[in-house]
C-alpha cells in the first residue's frame, strides 16, 4: 500500500518562504513521478509543479515560476516544494501525488495522471 505524507504547511507572512515535503512509503519511490497541486475553497485542484521519475525533468505552473521549486531525494523518498515569495493568492490546501503510469512529460501537469494522493497540508500567506 502507498502513503503520501506531507509536512511543512502553515502561516507565513507575503513575502516569506516555506519548504513541504512528502515522503512515500510502500513502493521503490524512483518508480514514480510526483507532483505538487493546490486546492483553493471550492475550486477544483490545480497544479503546481512536477518532477520526473529521476529528477532530470521538472516542470512548474507559470503562476509560481521563479518562485517555487520542485526537488526530489531519491534515497530519502521524499519530494520537496520550495516556494519563496510567497502571495496572499499562494493560500490553499497543498497536495502531494504519485504516478506509476507516466515517468516524465507533459502529462504530469495533470490531475488525472496521478494515482496515488496525500491528505493535503495547508499554506497560509498574510498579507
Known amino acids: 500500500q502507498v502513503q503520501l505524507v506531507e509536512s511543512g504547511g502553515g502561516l507565513v507572512q507575503a513575502g516569506g518562504s516555506l519548504r513541504l515535503s512528502c515522503t512515500v512509503s510502500?513502493?521503490?519511490?524512483?518508480?514514480?513521478?510526483m507532483g505538487w497541486f493546490r486546492q483553493f475553497p471550492g475550486k477544483e485542484r490545480e497544479f503546481v509543479a512536477a518532477i520526473s521519475r529521476s529528477g532530470s525533468g521538472t516542470s512548474h505552473a507559470d503562476s509560481v515560476k521563479g518562485r517555487f521549486t520542485i526537488s526530489r531525494d531519491n534515497a530519502k523518498n521524499t519530494v520537496l516544494l520550495q516556494m519563496n515569495n510567497l502571495k496572499p493568492e499562494d493560500t490553499a490546501a497543498y497536495y502531494c501525488?504519485?504516478?506509476?503510469?507516466?515517468?516524465?512529460?507533459?502529462?504530469?501537469?495533470?490531475?488525472?495522471?496521478?494515482?496515488?494522493w496525500g491528505q493535503g497540508t495547508q499554506v497560509t500567506v498574510s498579507s
Open positions: 510502500g513502493r521503490t519511490f524512483s518508480s514514480y513521478a
Open positions: 501525488a504519485a504516478t506509476i503510469r507516466y515517468a516524465s512529460g507533459s502529462y504530469l501537469r495533470v490531475r488525472t495522471a496521478y494515482d496515488f
